[in-house]
């Protein structure tokens, strides 16, 4: 072993008490010294932050103060501009009566479907003409759909504040009687059809297929002649169109028909709003009884003053008497026509002006309550559209045939017409299989000009409930590139495609944009689609659309309708990015007040033709504005609560939503007013010579979208 090592000589010295207490009173200092240093900090911050409050809340209080001094100026300038949408609606009216008057000059011997005189006795002469062909129907069927589509449009263009009630019950009645008539006739030139079918027989298979195509009508018949138990796939004109028939319809007279309308008359009609009746009833009769009064306080007043003149002429000569009498009645009888036609005027556009805001209002309006739907099938037409039109698929009953007799054709005329085969029976007790009466498995074409988003959902009309179900359809298979869709049917009858209504909301962006004076471009972007359409004075046009970023094209791009027009051609191409009353119960919407988002669009719309706006993440009523379309806009983030318009220090990157002011801006009370302070002079006068009739169809599309509560 090693020698042990040696303890070193020097031992750790122990702190005294006294030292210890020194050194705790010296961290005590320090730690009071750190404190007192961090208070002192602490409340000089404090009271900058609080001065900094305090002349911002100042300065906040001045600029209420100042937007509140000018409110009622702006007020009355932005009721000046706003006075284009009563002008505007007042050229749509003369525009309506224009074209009653251009239909009566035409003569043409189409009758006039807003007048009951002449759409009666234009459905009571056709009911009277007899033996019609398919053909000669389907000619005439385009004349009938023309004047559906004009009743319709009246039903939809004409203000609720236009319509009477007898007028409403007037145009829905011969809307139904000539959908119904055309139905008729379609039967009656089946019968006739069928009735020939021996002689029109195919050579190969001994039936008769008929195949007629049109714009607006696509119809197969097949009759079975032959009863072939072996022949029970049936298709026309070399197409995969056609049915998968049991045994018991291959060896039956029976004759199958596909009668595919591009059109719906089986769906009920919409009703037609009434709330803004009883609302602009009430504005009529106050607005026309100052009408009344003002009229009467002016008879008075010229009365009064006529007497006045008439005292004072007694005193004069004979001669200036006679002449002054003249000058006096002149001078009378002008300023009777001018000031009571003057403020006759007057009141008469405040009325307007009134009734139109609350139009506009009633386009935004939610629903209070969801619709009840009584039965589990049964489509909720306020979710699902109908697309496509309507197939008409029935089984009938093979008339008897006509036979030749010595050069003349005899024919047995059945009394009843034209009978359905009941399929399957309602009694089946001679049947010994239980399988006998199976599904009919039948294959359609989906309409070229439609879009469906996801596969079509296959839906058959209740004719006792009155309405679309679901059930009785399986096995549904859909070949999007054929545009073909099979599935198998439990009974025949009118049979459609639907689609959910809001498969398009809520919109993902949108951006509306200056093109050219009085032309504007609006882009909606959705999870499916990028929509672009033109506006431009009354009209509207598709310009594209694009579906998984690939341009889409359509019949209807390149069009220019009417706002209401386009908004029903782009609801029947399956692209609707409309929402209806009843849509917030169906899509997560941000919600508004409906007097600040009308508000709102209406004045989005008087600065369109200058300013471009775009969706903001914030979306609080705020939106981009920029003068010029460039590539890389200086966007401008505003936000507007219906009295108040404030330009936001925030932008798009900013981490948190905050109501801050930007530098050297003021409150103001309009949107109007908010952009007048840092637009060009040139944007100024783009925005005040705009065309009415453009700023009113650009505030009803945004209505219509609804592009500030749907995105």
Not at 142 to 152: E, F, P, T, Y
Not at 526 to 543: D, G, H, P, R, Y
Request: glycine fraction near 2%; charged fraction near 30%; aromatic fraction near 8%.
């Amino acid at each position: 072993m090693g020698p042990k090592a040696k303890k070193s000589g020097r031992k750790k010295r122990k702190i005294t008490k006294a030292e210890r207490l020194k050194q705790l009173q010296e961290e005590e200092e320090r730690r009071q010294r750190e404190e007192e240093e961090a208070r002192v900090k602490y409340e000089k911050e404090e009271m900058e932050r609080l001065e900094i409050q305090r002349i911002e809340k100042e300065k906040w209080h001045q600029l209420e103060a100042k937007d509140l001094e000018r409110r009622n100026e702006e007020l009355e300038e932005l009721y000046l501009l706003e006075g284009c949408f009563p002008e505007a609606e007042k050229l749509k009216r003369d525009t309506r009566l224009l074209s009653q008057w251009k239909h009566y000059i035409q003569c043409d011997g189409s009758p006039d479907p807003s007048i009951s005189p002449e759409i009666n006795t234009f459905i009571s002469l056709w009911k009277e003409e007899t033996n019609e062909t398919l053909e000669e129907v389907i000619a005439k069927s385009k004349l009938v759909l023309n004047l559906i589509d004009k009743l319709k449009l009246i039903l939809l263009e004409t203000p609720p504040y236009d319509l009477e009630d007898k007028n409403i019950i007037q145009y829905q009645g011969s809307i139904l009687e000539l959908q119904e008539l055309l139905h008729l006739k379609f039967n009656i030139a089946t019968e006739i059809l069928l009735r020939q079918a021996s002689t029109l027989a195919d050579l190969d298979s001994g039936n008769m297929e008929k195949v007629i195509q049109d714009e607006n009508v696509t119809l197969y018949v097949w009759a079975n002649l032959k009863k072939n138990p072996r022949y029970k796939s049936v298709r026309f004109s070399e197409t995969q169109i056609g049915f998968e028939i049991p045994r018991i319809l291959a060896t039956s007279d029976i004759a199958l028909r596909l009668l595919h309308t591009h059109y719906d008359h089986v769906t009920p009609l919409c009703p037609v709003p009434t709330s803004l009746q009883e609302h602009t009833a009430t504005v009529t009769h106050f607005v026309k009884d100052e009408v009344k009064n003002e009229e009467a306080a002016i008879s008075k007043e010229l009365q009064e003053e006529g007497k006045q003149r008439e005292n004072e002429s007694n005193s004069v000569q004979e001669e200036e008497t006679k002449f002054e009498e003249q000058g006096d009645s002149e001078v009378q009888m002008s300023f009777v026509q001018e000031e009571p036609e003057a403020t006759k005027f007057e009141l008469e556009m405040k009325l307007l002006s009134e009734t139109v805001l609350s139009a506009q209002l009633l386009l935004i309006e939610n629903a209070n309550e969801k619709p009840c739907f009584f039965e589990d099938n049964e489509v909720d037409l306020c979710q699902f559209t109908t697309l496509g039109g309507v197939y008409h698929l029935d089984i009938l009953e093979l008339p008897p045939q006509c036979k030749p007799m010595k050069g003349w054709m005899i024919v047995e005329i059945l009394k009843e017409g034209l009978q359905k085969y009941i399929y399957p029976p309602e009694t089946t007790e001679d049947v010994e299989t239980e399988n006998a009466f199976p599904p009919i498995e039948v294959t359609l074409e989906v309409q070229e000009n439609v879009i469906f988003f996801e596969d079509p959902v296959v839906a058959r009309w209740d004719a006792e409930g009155k309405h679309w179900q679901t059930d009785g359809i399986s096995n549904v298979s859909y070949k999007s590139e054929e545009r073909l869709i099979t599935f198998s049917l439990e009974t025949f009858g009118p049979v459609t495609l639907i689609q959910d209504s809001h498969i398009n909301m809520p919109f993902q962006s949108w951006e509306l944009r200056p093109l050219d004076v009085n032309k504007v471009l609006l882009t909606v972007t959705t999870v499916f689609t990028e929509i672009q359409i033109q506006i431009k004075e009354n009209l509207c046009m598709l310009a594209s659309i694009k579906l998984n970023n690939k341009k889409h094209s359509s019949i209807l791009e390149g069009k220019w309708m009417t706002p209401i027009s386009f908004i029903c051609a782009l609801k029947e191409a399956g692209l609707n990015i409309f929402p209806s009353g009843h849509s917030h119960f169906y899509v997560v919407i941000n919600y508004k007040d409906p007097l600040v988002e009308m508000k709102a669009y209406r004045q989005l719309a008087l600065l369109s033709s200058a300013f471009a706006f775009g969706w903001s993440k914030w979306n609080t009523l705020k939106e981009h504005l920029t003068e010029e379309p460039t590539q890389k806009p200086n966007w401008t983030n505003l936000m507007f609560s219906g009295d108040r318009a404030q330009r936001l220090k925030i932008n798009e990157n900013s981490e948190a939503f905050s109501e801050a002011l930007q530098e050297e801006t003021e409150f103001h009370s309009t949107l109007y007013h908010m952009v007048k302070d840092f637009a060009s002079k040139k944007a100024m006068e783009k925005i005040r010579s705009s065309n009415c009739q453009f700023i009113d169809s650009v505030c009803y599309m945004l209505l219509s979208t609804r592009l500030l509560s749907y995105s």
